[in-house]
T-cell receptor
């Protein structure tokens, strides 16, 4: 596709439920990032993939959060036992190779936990 | 600890006036520096970036920024603001060896008066 695509654009879920957020990066981009943006804050790094492997998952807040990228393209961020504090906009970005190259961001998924 | 500070949470300028948004960073390695803009409901768009070389960098939409290592700053400027520049602006820092992971400031919201 022309840009980074994230689905769904909005997700409302009940506390305790499981959710999956999908990111479709720009074709050919090997690096993929997930960020979380809470209201009034800047994006906060969660995890970085280079190809299929998670090269840096130091930003994942706890073991309820998990992400995969099995074929080195589409990635899914998975949140178990959601809590109200997980409510935020989840942003995905991709770049041609990571490192010092520009990252292109999707429009995000707004997650609301009620 | 690595951090980015944007001291101004909200700035209001008159259309046609000049603009400077401040950004200070704390980073152990040689930094890569970025400015992103986010309009309501939109993803993050890259305005400009600094990797090395000339410390004054030009970006899109008439923006420029100057890297000052001695002050650990990377302030964004525009000589004449347009109403369409109203948005949230984020400064971000990364480094070689960090895989493209970015640390973002909390953002500066820009309002433009007619």
């Amino acid at each position: 596709g022309a840009g980074v695509s994230q689905t769904p654009s909005n997700k409302v879920t009940e506390k305790g439920k499981y959710v999956e957020l999908r990111c479709d990066p720009i074709s050919g981009h090997t690096a993929l990032y997930w960020y979380r943006q809470s209201l009034g804050q800047g994006p906060e790094f969660l995890i970085y993939f280079q190809g299929t492997g998670a090269a840096d998952d130091s930003g994942l807040p706890n073991d309820r959060f998990f992400a995969v990228r099995p074929e080195g393209s589409v990635s899914t961020l998975k949140i178990q036992r959601t809590e109200r504090g997980d409510s935020a906009v989840y942003l995905c970005a991709s770049s041609p190779s990571g490192g010092g190259t520009e990252a292109f961001f999707g429009q995000g998924t707004r997650l609301t936990v009620v | 600890a690595q951090s980015v500070t944007q001291p101004d949470i909200h700035i209001t300028v008159s259309e046609g006036a000049s603009l400077e948004l401040r950004c200070n960073y704390s980073y152990g390695a040689t930094p890569y520096l970025f400015w992103y803009v986010q309009s309501p409901g939109q993803g993050l768009q890259l305005l400009l970036k600094y990797f090395s070389g000339d410390t004054l960098v030009q970006g899109i939409k008439g923006f420029e920024a100057e890297f000052k290592r001695s002050q650990s700053s990377f302030n964004l400027r525009k000589p004449s603001v347009h109403w369409s520049d109203a948005a949230e602006y984020f400064c971000a820092v990364g480094a070689l060896g960090q895989g493209g992971k970015l640390i973002f400031g909390q953002g500066t919201e820009l309002s433009v008066k007619p």
